[in-house]
């Protein structure tokens, strides 16, 4: 059984552009959360979507957005790039609003930003 | 506040040795607590987690945790190290809420021959 995959794994981006990632969850997984890992700040929650619908959203400005789609597969949008967005960005599902259901983490993106 | 607090940043140990690794934690309510390793190039893997019932838990890989109420603490305890541990451990806390979990900021461990 496929584990959770995201794309790309690396990438560089100027300041003030835009980026995209990507995040397939487990097949049967509903929920997908996007985290931010920093150097030295451990894991920041950034967004939740179950079912389609953004259900939570962690202290980030508006410019990180995202969607899921029908198939729950899920974007990450960060617009407006900053030097301080350079970080892995971690996505992880699970079945969602059943509560303590483990989440399963892919491997991450790692986001370099010059 | 909710917190969790790893006080170690990196941890350097010889093959064969104990390890433990500290996790401190300010929670309001009952935690669930959880342990995660994260190796070079990996995602995020669970090692094991504490919901309520016998304190002492045991995870995947030999590792096991116990829960200290009194300390708010679940250190992360394994025997016998092995080189492959080597890779960064993270303590997080919270409901069952995944997207309401708080994670430390890590501890690297370093295995040495």
């Known amino acids: 059984e496929a584990g959770v995959t995201q794309s790309p794994t690396h990438l560089i981006k100027t300041r003030g552009q835009q980026v995209t990632l990507r995040c397939s969850p487990i097949?049967?997984?509903?929920?997908v959360y996007w985290y931010q890992q920093a150097l030295g700040l451990g894991l920041q929650f950034l967004l939740w979507y179950d079912e389609g619908e953004e259900r939570n959203r962690g202290n980030f400005p508006p410019r990180f957005s995202g969607r899921q789609f029908p198939n729950y597969s899920s974007e990450l949008n960060v617009n407006a790039l900053e030097l301080e967005d350079s970080a892995l960005y971690l996505c992880?599902?699970?079945?969602?609003?059943?509560?303590?259901?483990?989440?399963?983490f892919g491997q991450g993106t790692r986001l370099t930003v010059v | 506040a909710q917190s969790v607090t790893q006080p170690d940043i990196h941890i350097t140990v010889s093959e064969g040795a104990s390890l433990e690794l500290r996790c401190n934690y300010s929670y309001g309510a009952t935690p669930y607590l959880f342990w995660y390793v994260q190796s070079p190039g990996q995602g995020l893997q669970l090692l094991l987690k504490y919901f309520s019932g016998d304190t002492l838990v045991q995870g995947i890989k030999g590792f096991e945790a116990e829960f200290k109420r009194s300390q708010s603490s679940f250190n992360l305890r394994k025997p016998s190290v092995h080189w492959s541990d080597a890779a960064e451990y993270f303590c997080?806390?919270?409901?069952?809420?995944?997207?309401?979990?708080?994670f430390g900021t890590g501890t690297r461990l370093q295995v040495f021959p």
């Open positions: 997080a806390v919270g409901p069952p809420n995944t997207d309401k979990l708080i």
């Open positions: 992880a599902s699970n079945w969602g609003r059943a509560a303590g259901t483990e989440a399963f």
């Open positions: 097949s049967g997984h509903t929920s």
